[in-house]
């Protein structure tokens, strides 16, 4: 047996999101479907970890393991001509059996794009969180350098988490400005469920002037959800690379 | 009776082109369908012209006349509020009962977007033509440089083509380069069934080195569409911009 790596791109449109759920379209089961159809057996694939709902993926990370006998350097081909046109797969690697795309992950980085058009961009609906009102772009970098460093993120992730241990490292937040488009990055050692979608959510009231930048840090110390703003739309988030220390 | 003139995008990605179709989804038939309900009688649309399947727009122009008292700024509103999303109204207004959106054309413009990227673009599958071989963007851009002014495009439509007179004026032509996309430009007082995409296929061989930059010239004189290379796919296709007189 040999383990893979591949990295993957997907348009998250129209898949429920990263795992496997019963009678809906997931990355994770057509993945599967794809590899126990070329295995002739069941295939589990393992992710760096879930993307939800219209998420989408430059540099998701999985691993599985198989027994063909395919040349790592033809597997990319081979995947790419099962697999449905809303999945890429960017590159394939073999890995030591020891490798975990999911325990083995050191540093993620998410993108969130936000588009400034007017007008609503037909081309866009699907890509980037439509939102034409006025922004204050200094008070959001004020409020983003606040979020820099290890914070507890109690207050910036979903009421439903149920991991205990809320605190994160967020090594880079960056804005970026390009043509009418705003990009948020997020480069961390870890993100917990929803926390890119309810920081930009902030960040934006921040921008609107709804929230001072200062109140950021309050925020982060009340550990709180209900002081944090609302979470941003699935559709405008990328999980844009995850990194391992090989 | 009030004539209202529409600028409108559409992601043609969905829909079986511009023009009604017996049990195909069309642009023309959502509109339609959308302005009978609101009317509650059958209103007809006319657009500038047609586009093919796949094939994108960013400023066609369509008319219709209505009955209906709504003010001509609220229109863009209630129309965007009932069309599905893959159609966004840009523009309503109200125009003379003698314009003609297809009669009145003076000008359009087409672009074409090819993508260069060595894998595929997940993100760009229905957006771009992918065409990651190596080009001689000099070539291509002598090559467009013949095109510009009057000629007889015979051997740049689809052999169906039923318009007699295949003389048009190219006004610009033009290519630009933006990151990893090469954007075709063309500019004219009209364009034949599969031009721009006929355009795009020879200027790519052109690129490639199976047809020399000069042998365009050749192409256009002696009228025959077998001489000109392949209909570049639909969806790397936009209708840009319709121009009228006033």
Chains 1, 2 share one sequence.
Request: with cysteine; aromatic share 10%; glycine share 6%.
């Amino acid at each position: 047996m040999k383990r893979l790596k591949c990295t993957i791109s997907y348009d998250g449109t129209n898949f429920h999101g990263y795992q496997i759920q019963p009678n809906q379209r997931s990355v994770q089961e057509t993945l599967e479907a794809t590899l126990t159809h070329m295995h002739k057996k069941p295939v589990l694939v393992v992710g760096s970890g879930r993307t939800d709902a219209k998420v989408h993926a430059v540099g998701q990370v999985i691993h599985f393991d198989t027994s063909l006998n395919i040349p790592v350097l033809k597997w990319e081909k081979a995947l790419n001509a099962l697999l449905p046109t809303d999945i890429v797969v960017q590159r394939v690697e073999e890995v030591s059996n020891e490798f975990h795309a999911r325990f083995d992950v050191i540093k993620k980085e998410y993108r969130y794009k936000v588009s400034r058009t007017p007008g609503r961009d037909v081309f866009k609906r699907h890509y980037s969180y439509h939102y034409p009102y006025p922004l204050d772009l200094l008070k959001i970098q004020e409020a983003m350098n606040l979020l820099i460093g290890t914070h507890d993120f109690t207050s910036f992730c979903s009421a439903k988490t149920e991991v205990k241990d809320k605190i994160r490292t967020l090594y880079h937040v960056e804005l970026i400005e390009k043509d009418d488009e705003l990009i948020f990055r997020f480069v961390g050692n870890g993100f917990l469920y929803n926390m890119v979608r309810i920081l930009v959510g902030t960040l934006l009231e921040v921008g609107q002037g709804k929230t001072q930048p200062q109140e950021i840090q309050t925020i982060l110390e009340k550990q709180d959800r209900t002081l944090s703003g609302k979470t941003a739309p699935g559709h405008g988030l990328y999980l844009w690379k995850v990194s391992y220390d090989n």
